[in-house]
């Protein structure tokens, strides 16, 4: 004789509702935006089908919209001119650069937008690389100085949380020294933490023109900062590091593949872990669902759900705003 039967709770919609563990809220969401130079300018990503590089003034009218939705804040890259690139990466703490009008002009438009620009030498470097070459190496210190300017440079233009997404030892101590020195005690940071060299970073690669160049004299890949994807108690050695060195916020990276690597963080600190749920992932769900494989809006709350069941407290994701649109309904 069976008495407890799991299927009691699961008659009716009212009833898995009523013992539902987790659930997904446009709160939890972070949009990461691409921006170009140029006025009135839109430019679709085609392996991000939905997905547009825009000029500052059309990034504002969709900040706009995605506040309006629901989406409270916005994770920033720039996809920078050639002629700006260089190895030192310096064109990243103009004060007139394009992230920092980004910031403002956002800033201004949406107040209460929560503004995370990325903070990384990649866009800006002409190797494709996330740190300062030397003799053919990723220098670590050298790049933790450039991304600390970078980051001060952020907070003068009103970010409000900064994500050094580099994975160089000793950046958020870097970082943290310099926003206290500058008077940006209120600024945050969230650290990719745990980010993996990962092949699901493509199509955000193409969307910048930022993969690391084809070039005999650098390392062709950037397994030389980021983690070896066979690992993950390393990642608790990220994580502990980060903590300690003043991150506000963690993040893992990528998502939909690395959800035992959330799970673990989240048993093992208190402070909020995000997940970041790439562009890889994006396109093979995107590209299914245009085939007519999957159903679109299923597939994406589903995938979305996961990482909060999984421990994520916010989740960046390029399905944020149709995710926003379909939780409105
Ligand atoms: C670069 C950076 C990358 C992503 C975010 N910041 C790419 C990389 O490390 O090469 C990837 C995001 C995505 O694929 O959606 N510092």
Not at 36 to 45: L, R, S, V, Y
Not at 68 to 91: C, F, I, P, Q, R
Not at 103 to 125: F, G, R, T
Not at 264 to 271: H, N, P, S, Y
């Amino acid at each position: 004789m069976i008495y407890s039967r799991n299927r009691r709770l699961r008659v009716s919609e009212s009833m898995r509702g009523l013992v539902r563990e987790c659930s997904l809220s446009v709160n939890d969401f972070v949009m990461p935006i691409f921006v170009m130079e140029g006025e009135n300018k839109e430019e679709p990503i085609s392996s991000m089908p939905g997905i547009f590089r825009r000029s500052i003034d059309l990034t504002v009218k969709e900040c706009k919209e995605l506040f309006s939705l629901g989406v409270k804040a916005v994770n920033l890259y720039m996809k920078v001119s050639d002629n700006l690139k260089d190895n030192t990466g310096k064109e990243a703490w103009n004060k007139n650069g394009l992230m920092q009008n980004t910031i403002k002009a956002i800033k201004d438009a949406v107040p209460e937008m929560v503004i995370m620009p990325d903070v990384a030498l990649d866009p800006y470097s002409i190797y494709g690389h996330d740190g300062i070459i030397e003799n053919g190496k990723i220098v670590n210190d050298a790049t933790n100085e450039a991304l600390a300017r970078m980051s001060v440079s952020h907070a003068e233009a009103g970010a409000d949380i900064v994500a050094p997404s580099d994975m160089m030892d000793g950046r958020v101590l870097a970082i943290r020294e310099a926003l206290e020195e500058s008077g940006f005690q209120d600024v945050g940071i969230l650290s990719y933490a745990a980010k993996y060299a990962s092949s699901f970073y493509g199509p955000f690669r193409s969307a910048l023109d930022s993969a690391p160049k084809d070039n005999m004299e650098i390392p062709k890949d950037k397994k030389t900062y980021q983690m070896d994807f066979h690992n993950s108690r390393e990642a608790l050695n990220e994580t502990f590091k980060d903590i300690e060195e003043g991150a506000d916020i963690i993040m893992i990276k990528p998502g939909l593949p690395y959800l035992d690597i959330v799970s673990k963080v989240r048993e093992a600190i208190d402070l909020p872990v995000a997940v970041y749920n790439v562009s890889g992932e994006y396109a093979m769900l995107k590209a299914a669902a245009q085939n007519g494989w999957l159903d679109n809006d299923k597939a994406i709350i589903e995938s979305l759900t996961c990482f909060k069941r999984a421990g994520a407290d916010m989740i960046f994701t390029y399905a944020a705003k149709e995710a926003a649109m379909i939780l409105n309904k």
